[in-house]
C-alpha cells in the first residue's frame, strides 16, 4: 500500500532561519509526491510536487523539497523562515494502485516560526 | 485562476438530518474527490468520481454517503442521516487528468452535527 509518513507532529524555528519537515514514503513503483499547506480555516494548497527529474523541486513561496530515492524522503526545506510560514503542512502521495489516483496524506506537521 | 468552489462554508444540522455539501469543481477537470478533516488533523479519503461513476471509496464512505454529478458543473456530497462523528472539515477537490497532476481543493464547509 501507498503511505507518506510525518515523524513531526511539530517544527518550531526562530525566523530568519532554515527549515526542514520531514517526509519519508512507501510506495510501490515511481512516486508521485506533493506538498500541500493549510492555513487556518482554509483549504489545501498545493505547493510543489515531485514527478520526475530533478531531485530538488522547487514551489511557492520560496519552498523547495528534496526527493531522495535511497532514502524515501521528500523533505520540505526553505532557506529562511517567515512568520507567515506557520501553518500545517502535508505531504502526500499519489496512489498509483488506485482506480482514481487518489490523494494520501501524511497526518500533517504543525510549523511555528516564531518572530 | 480558476478555483474549486464550496458551499455552504459552514452547515450546522441537528443529528439524524439531511445534509448535501455542494461542490463546483474546476471546469475542464475530470476527476473529483471529497476528503474530510476532523479537528484540523489528518486528511481522510472519502470517494473518487470519474466519468459520472464513483471509481472508488474508502470504509468511511457508508450507506450513510453519496456522490452526484447532477448537471454536469457541480458534485454533491449527500449525508442521509447525520451523526455526530460526521462532525468535520469537508473537502472537495478536482484533477485535470492523470496522476502526475495536482489536486485543486476548496476552502470546505465545516458540518457541525448537533
Keep these: 500500500a501507498q503511505s507518506v509518513a510525518q515523524p513531526e507532529d511539530q517544527v ?5 532561519n532554515p527549515l526542514t519537515v520531514k517526509c519519508t514514503y512507501s ?7 506533493f506538498w500541500y499547506v493549510q492555513y487556518p480555516n482554509r483549504g489545501l494548497q ?17 519552498f523547495e523539497a528534496e526527493f531522495n530515492k535511497s532514502q524515501t524522503s521528500f523533505h520540505l526545506k526553505k532557506p529562511s523562515a517567515l512568520v507567515s510560514d ?7 502521495v499519489r496512489d498509483r494502485q488506485s482506480s482514481a489516483s487518489k490523494i494520501i496524506f501524511g497526518s500533517g506537521t504543525r510549523l511555528s516560526i516564531r518572530p | 485562476e480558476p478555483e474549486v468552489t464550496q458551499t455552504p462554508s459552514h452547515q450546522v444540522t441537528q ?17 473529483f474527490y471529497w476528503y474530510r478533516q476532523i479537528l484540523g488533523q489528518k486528511v481522510e479519503f472519502l470517494v473518487s468520481f470519474y466519468n459520472n461513476e464513483i471509481s472508488e471509496k474508502s470504509e468511511i464512505f457508508d ?14 456530497l449527500k449525508i442521509r ?4 462523528e460526521d462532525s468535520a472539515m469537508y473537502f472537495c477537490a478536482s484533477v485535470s487528468r492523470g496522476i502526475d497532476t495536482e489536486a485543486f481543493f476548496g476552502q470546505g464547509t465545516r458540518l457541525t452535527v448537533v
Excluded at chain 1, 12 to 16: L, S
Excluded at chain 1, 86 to 92: N, T
Excluded at chain 2, 15 to 31: D, K
Design chain 2, 15 to 31: 443529528m439524524g438530518q439531511e445534509v448535501i455539501l455542494r461542490c463546483v469543481p474546476i471546469s475542464n477537470h475530470l476527476y
Design chain 1, 12 to 16: 518550531n524555528v526562530a525566523e530568519g
Design chain 1, 46 to 62: 498545493f505547493l510543489l510536487k515531485y514527478i520526475t527529474g530533478d531531485n530538488l523541486v522547487k514551489g511557492s513561496y520560496g
Design chain 2, 63 to 76: 450507506d450513510q454517503f453519496s456522490v452526484e454529478r447532477p448537471d454536469g458543473s457541480n458534485f454533491t
Design chain 1, 27 to 33: 510506495v510501490s513503483g515511481n512516486p508521485y509526491l
Design chain 1, 86 to 92: 506557520s501553518a500545517l503542512y502535508f505531504c502526500a
Design chain 2, 81 to 84: 442521516s447525520t451523526k455526530l
